[in-house]
């Protein structure tokens, strides 16, 4: 089986599982404990605290173990804004981009069904980019006057907890001041089209008005740099699984001075901030696993992305009326200058196909309209994309049926998220790119791993030529 799937989940490393391994069998004592098996594992608990630390620029008392990257989100998102609020009792309101990751989105929509919050969607262009220029927006009194900005997106339902009209958000038409957020949460990189934001640019535009910036990393760790000074954000979340953990633990960095409320009662674990027994053995994990993803990051890097770019060409080369969504790596694109984010252009398209050319148009011209008032460079030092993520859309197909395809010649991709599987909707980070509803219920996604070689991808461009032209005949 060739797997390219490692957005939704990568292999466990064998040097992890080694540093796990003592943790896990004999020196299985609870850290909370005073014996000396106990000390021995709360030892290992700070030394795994202080080897994440290093890796991100951070200071150990920063760093609070998850169970994973929803559970990081989760405390982020509220406990940021829950604890502002209650400092500030005006703060009740909430940024999130339209593209969120679900543990995101369901946060904020819980903040706004049940703690009294109102939710709002920062937009984004057609290639997936937040304009540090919509955020400034955003957070400017001004843009509370009526018809100063459209009326904020309301948030997606979610077709596993939302009836049929039942409301999601009570969302009020602009935005409100800066003196109403209590927080805004920007994901560093898509796990669904892989933009990578300009994340300094949007920390520099929160921090002028004093705002939080929670940004989820989950899926930029390995080949992005995780500096947090650099990055100039409030909060970062990271997940061990998509670098090489077992399932089951990730971790939540908080900036010291950044109120937190705990999710959790118990025991006060991560000094107060979330109860629990401490997951000795995935803490270990996680910081071994980071270490190296840190150590291989530009080398891998540069490997990777060079196999994404071959499956890109591949693709678009033999498989005419493909979309690929999200921005174009392949391009050089500076916002400031063009005003225009890479995206999937009638150029990149290459439709032939009659019956998919207006459709492929229609998601074209939602993409250079959106993407006409960005106002801001793209991506995170030079990086508009994750060098392992390439979608793409294929106009008059079923996404699912290729995945099934695909899978029975032995490829393994996916069609988005693999956290909001079982849904039949189209996906909402598409949706908010503008791609139309019968065009994104054809994406299929491919990620790329440690393990991806150039037979592999060979194999995959032709296994998804031959599906494409089967179900299209």
């Known amino acids: 089986m060739i797997y390219l799937d490692h957005a939704a989940t990568t292999a466990p490393r064998r040097e992890v599982l080694e540093a796990m391994w003592p943790w896990l ?108 220029g919509m955020l400034r927006a955003f957070l400017t009194d001004d843009a509370s006057r009526p018809g100063a900005l459209p009326s904020a997106g309301a948030l997606p ?32 990189a898509n796990n669904e089209v892989g933009t990578v934001q300009n994340m300094s640019a949007l920390a520099e535009v929160a921090a002028e008005f004093g705002v939080p910036l929670h940004t989820d990393a989950v899926q930029a760790a390995g080949t992005l740099p995780l500096r947090v000074t ?24 908080v900036k010291r001075g950044t109120p937190l409320r705990s999710l959790m009662s118990g025991g006060g674990h991560e000094r107060g901030r979330r109860s629990g027994t401490s997951n000795v053995a995935g803490a270990v994990g996680l910081a071994t696993a980071l270490e190296l ?35 174009d790596p392949r391009k ?19 439709v032939t196909d009659p019956d998919s050319a207006d459709i492929a148009a229609g998601a074209s011209a939602a993409t250079a309209t959106a993407a006409a008032s960005a106002s801001a460079s793209a991506g995170l030092n030079g990086n508009t994309r994750l060098a392992t993520n390439a979608s793409f859309c294929f106009p008059g197909v079923n996404g699912e049926t290729v995945l099934v395809d695909l899978e029975n010649q032995g490829v393994l991709v996916s069609s988005g998220s693999a956290c909001a599987t079982g849904s039949s909707e189209p996906s909402h980070v598409l949706t908010a790119m503008g791609v139309p509803a019968e065009v994104a219920t054809t994406s299929v996604r491919f990620s790329l791993g440690r393990e991806t070689t150039e037979n592999d991808i060979d194999t995959a461009i032709r296994a998804t030529a031959q599906i494409i032209a089967e179900l299209r005949s």
């Open 25 to 132: 069998t004999h020196e299985f004592g609870n850290a909370s404990s005073h014996h000396e098996r106990g000390q021995r594992a709360a030892r290992a608990l700070d030394d795994a605290r202080e080897r994440v630390a290093a890796v991100l620029g951070a200071r150990p008392g920063e760093i609070i173990f998850t169970s994973g990257g929803t559970e990081a989100d989760n405390l982020a998102v509220k406990g940021i804004a829950l604890a502002r609020r209650e400092r500030q009792p005006g703060r009740n309101r909430v940024l999130i981009s339209a593209i969120e990751h679900d543990a995101v989105l369901e946060s904020a929509r819980s903040l706004a069904q049940f703690d009294g919050f109102t939710a709002a969607e920062l937009p984004v262009d057609g290639s997936g980019f937040v304009s540090p």
């Open 157 to 188: 339902r979610h077709p596993k907890t939302a009836g049929a009209g039942e409301p999601v958000v009570a969302n009020a038409s602009g935005t409100a001041g800066s003196d109403s957020v209590a927080m805004a949460s920007v994901m560093l």
């Open 230 to 253: 650099d990055l100039g954000v409030s909060a970062l979340t990271l997940a061990g699984h998509k670098i090489g953990t077992p399932q089951g633990v990730g971790l939540l960095w």
């Open 293 to 327: 993803a840190e150590r291989e990051r530009k080398e891998y890097t540069a490997r990777v992305a060079a196999l994404r770019d071959r499956l890109i060409d591949g693709i678009l080369g033999a498989m005419p009326g493909t979309l690929l969504t999200g921005p």
């Open 332 to 350: 050089t694109v500076n916002l400031q200058e063009t005003g225009v984010a890479a995206s999937a252009t009638a150029k990149d398209t290459h």
